[in-house]
Nanobody, 122 residues
């Protein structure tokens, strides 16, 4: 059974930083792409970033490009999202997801974590 467990969320002031982690188990981590999505209250889930199985390529939503960095450690079965220069509009529940290929489309991912809350105060 695949499990994805996010951690690292919290309350931060605008301009601050947070690093989210997502620990995976249940199948060979290094064979799968990983993605981060987020969902704010009253809004649809939106793509944030994705990374290939090897970590050689990354892709970002325009809204976070230059501020967020996705990375992975295949030895630790963990994917990270470093978030810098946070803005109040980044407030959302952040989810990690696992799929065969990197994608900005949520339906392309097979498994999802439970989410971690990120709140950015102004």
């Amino acid at each position: 059974q695949v499990q994805l467990v996010e951690s690292g969320g919290g309350l931060v002031q605008a301009g601050g930083s947070l690093r989210l982690s997502c620990a995976a188990s249940g199948r060979t981590f290094s064979r799968y792409a990983m993605g981060w999505f987020r969902q704010a209250p009253g809004k649809e889930r939106e793509f944030v970033a994705t990374i290939t199985d090897s970590g050689s390529r990354t892709y970002y939503a325009d809204s976070v490009k230059g501020r967020f960095t996705i990375s992975r450690d295949n030895a630790k079965n963990t994917v990270y999202l470093q978030m810098n220069s946070l803005k109040p509009e980044d407030t959302a529940v952040y989810y990690c997801a696992q799929g065969l290929t990197p994608s900005g489309t949520a339906s392309r991912y097979d498994y999802w974590g439970q989410g971690t809350q990120v709140t950015v105060s102004s």
